[in-house]
């Protein structure tokens, strides 16, 4: 077995699951102020990581408030394009520097009545546009598994936040890989949920058609957790789905005995390299009794060209807002990428390029549904890598307007159409100590079989780094 | 102004009218919709029609139906799969820099409404958000523009017709008619000076007799009352028709009303022609009604004032020009035919009863029970009835008391019906039924000529 890495510290609560600070509070073990000493501490000790960019300074006072909720007023970290009431929300764009908002999204107030604490306000890409936090206004994030490299993005602020154990859990937002590619970089589990899961008001739009909320934790059990507070019916957000928040703690163990699962992309060349480093995890699904075959679907490069008129076409209509006449900053504060989205979505949703363009993007996407409808009627889950490789170094952004598409290309097909993702860590490089995650997709709705797989391999293998040993 | 009578020329006219809603609350959010009502600016806002970060539109049912009874009660087809797009445009009064509208899909297509000078045809009647409001003031001796957003996302239907409007009058009337409706279905109060109402006309001119649409339009806008709307495309028509005499085509373009002077003024040519960049709105999912919907909602409509009138006249000989007057709301509507059953059982004439509210002898009010409001008008005109040979004898009497007046009345003098009249009262008491005496007298001034 390949050596193991550990945050897990019995004497250092920050280092421990939600589960198992939970359990310890309950059972006295552990007090909140020992709690959030540890957090803060840690917090401090990574200042230069660069991962918060606000903080609420009355954290513990609301922890005790909650108390006895599910979450028991344990530290969340929740990325800047979350609206907060009261606490700055700037989307890490400096148009919206001096933004603090008078009200709370749903997740964030789904979170606070369901007993978690936001901590503090983790970095992103700038609107979320990229997938490296290096498009920030303030400063890229670095990953504290090896700070010479990127953490991922656009959730990088709050998976770092995770690797680094500066809270408990925290929350992200995917539109096409944002939650998984930087929880597979910073080695942590992220959970995309089905669009429609999560509510999206309060959080800055990016792509509205895909854009979706989702928790980031050290483990499957701990999202599952985060998930079941966060998740179901917004009535302020018409796109969420009126249906019951399936329990996944109660879904946990069934493990993946007689399941199916597809094995995507094994014949993309591109990605041999990583592939060979992960067959035999691939194998841990047999020997747990599941049934793996290497499967053939859509080419995802076609979803790259998809996602990237659709999701430029909404950013195009969704940045429209920040004209400058309020907020207090000038449209000249917009970065690069921003800019370089605005003009291409506005280009290919303009008159005579829309059908060329956005129309023959939506018909693509229903093309990838399709493709999807048929691999689901054969197999419970897919499963394949969530990123080509490692996480790349600093600056590795530098002149690659496209680096977000390409390093999320095994993502783009399942968000343009709306699936469920999980990301496991799946492989840890000794050297680099950069990790390699497994990107696990379900039919829609059908979370609980991701978390079923999700879980059952975090324990029968030793890449999770808070694993307990028995 | 000077309109050239000239019939090488004929109009070609449609109107795009735009209506607020008067549901309770906005288009896509929970803050009331009471814009010309609010007692300060920016009371009814919230994130949602603020466009701030996050702020995702929910639709107001009531809103999507009372448009799709709009097109009903205009003979509209409705799309049974419908949804609603977002309309790129920069201004400061559009907070998140689109306005949520249909393009593609609008909710009614294909109606109609008939005018004294023929019918017009509604192309199509869609729903989408009105913009907040600019307001251009001096504060602290600066000069400076403000923005309320009381009416930021309160719901706004688009009646759009095809240019079939033939005269100026007709624009105008067709107006009036629909505003009359939107009235009477209460789903708007069209006040036009507020902004309730807002008219734009495209008017252009085609050789007599020839078919084909001309090969411009032009578009006025800012219109905001029916005499004004009447003013511009004669305006207009004078306008183009001089050019044409000219041999030079009118610019496509916007224009501008000037009520003051009764003229238009150019404010936007073609080349500067916006695109709004239409797409589906990915916040709100498209609408699929089924037939049966449609056809409940068919049923909930009222009787609409050309079929109410019809019946009143047939069942109750009520003129149609007294119905119109009479029929502002459909609840009036429907408070009047109680009454006049009432009014039937309880032997009265209900066109009496109709003429006592146009006359505002009798309050035009709802909330008061329909017997409540017969008794009342009985109360008010309880009539003894003069036995006939009473009257008889009076009669005679009067006639032969005065011979002069009675031969110049029938030399044609017949003012002085009146006086006869004033001779009877002396002689009747007070709550006699004179309409009985008095068609009684004319018969006979006139039966012994």
Known sequence: MADTHKNYHPDLPNTWTLARARQALANKEVTLEEIYTAVDKAVAQTNNLNIYLARDTKTLTKAHQRAELPLSGLPIAVKDNFCTKDLTTTASSNVLREFIPPFDSTVVSKLEQGGGVILGKTNLDAWAHGSSTETSDFGRTLNPRSPDYLPGGSSGGSTAAVAADTCIAAIGSETAGSIRQPAAWCGVVGLKPTYGRCSRFGVAAMASSTDSPGPIAKTVEDACLVFEQIAGHDPYDSTTANQPVPKLTEQLNKGVKGLKIGWLYSDIQELSASHKLIEKELAVFESLGARVEPIKALDPHYAVSVYTIVQRTEVSSNLGRYSGIRYGSERSNFGNEAKRRVMLGTFTSAKGYADKYYLTAQKVRTLFRQDFDQLFAKYDLLIGLTSPGFAKKIGATEGQAMFGELEDMLLEPSSITGLPGLNVPCYRDPLTNLYLGLNIIAPMWREDLMVRAGHAYEQATEWNSWRIDK | ?449
């Not at chain 2, 004439?349 to 309050?363: E, G, T």
């Open chain 2, 1 to 449: 102004m000077t309109v050239i009578k000239d019939n090488k020329y004929e109009l070609v006219c449609g109107l795009e009218v735009h209506a607020e809603l008067k549901t309770a609350s906005k288009m896509f959010c929970g803050c009331v919709n009471d814009p010309f009502g609010a007692e300060a600016p920016n009371i009814y806002t919230c994130p949602v029609c603020l466009g701030m970060p996050g702020g995702l539109p929910v639709m107001n049912k009531k809103a999507v139906e009372w448009t799709i009874q709009l097109g009903l009660a205009l003979h509209c087809q409705v799309n049974l799969f419908s949804h609603f797009d977002r309309k790129h445009y920069f201004y400061p009064d559009l907070p998140k820099g689109y306005q949520i509208s249909q393009y593609d899909q609008p909710f009614c297509y294909g109606g109609y409404l008939d005018t004294s000078e023929g019918r017009v045809r509604i192309t199509r009647i869609h729903l989408e958000e009105d913009t907040a409001k600019l307001l251009h003031e001096t504060v602290d001796g600066k000069k400076m523009s403000l923005i309320d957003f009381n009416r930021s996302s309160v719901p706004l239907v688009e009646i759009v017709t095809e240019p079939d409007i033939k005269t100026a009058s007709q624009a105008n009337e067709y107006g009036k008619k629909l505003r009359q409706l939107i009235r009477y279905l209460e789903i708007g109060e069209c006040n036009m000076e507020q902004g309730g109402m807002r008219l734009e006309a495209n008017v252009s001119l085609r050789p007599t007799n020839s078919q084909a649409l001309p090969n411009y339009k032009v578009e006025v806008k800012n219109i905001n009352s029916f005499r004004f709307l009447e003013q511009a495309i004669t305006f207009e028509i004078d306008r183009q028709t001089k050019l044409l005499h000219e041999n030079q085509t009118p610019a496509q373009e916007t224009r501008g009303f000037d009520a003051v002077k009764g003229v238009t003024f150019s404010q936007r040519t073609k080349e500067s022609a916006a695109d709004y960049r239409y797409f589906p709105d990915p916040d709100l999912p498209p609408l699929v009604f089924t037939d049966k919907q449609i056809e409940n909602w068919r049923k909930e409509l009222p009787e609409l004032p050309e079929q109410l009138s019809a019946r009143w006249q047939s069942e109750y000989v009520i003129s149609s020009q007294l119905t119109l007057q009479l029929t502002k709301t459909k609840t009036l509507s429907a408070w009047l035919d109680q009454v006049f059953v009432e009014a039937k059982k309880a032997e009265v004439q209900p066109s009496k009863l109709a003429n006592a509210f146009i006359n505002k002898k009798l309050p035009l009010d709802p909330a008061i029970p329909a017997q409540k409001i017969v008794a009342q008008f009985a109360e008010q005109n309880h009539t003894t009835e003069v036995a006939d040979d009473q009257l008889d004898q009076l009669l005679t009497n009067l006639l032969i008391q005065y011979p002069n007046e009675l031969a110049r009345y029938r030399a044609g003098e017949t003012k002085l019906l009146g006086f006869f009249i004033g001779q009877l009262k002396c002689q009747l008491a007070a709550d006699v039924d004179f309409s009985q005496v008095s068609q009684e007298l004319r018969h006979r001034l006139e039966q012994l000529g």
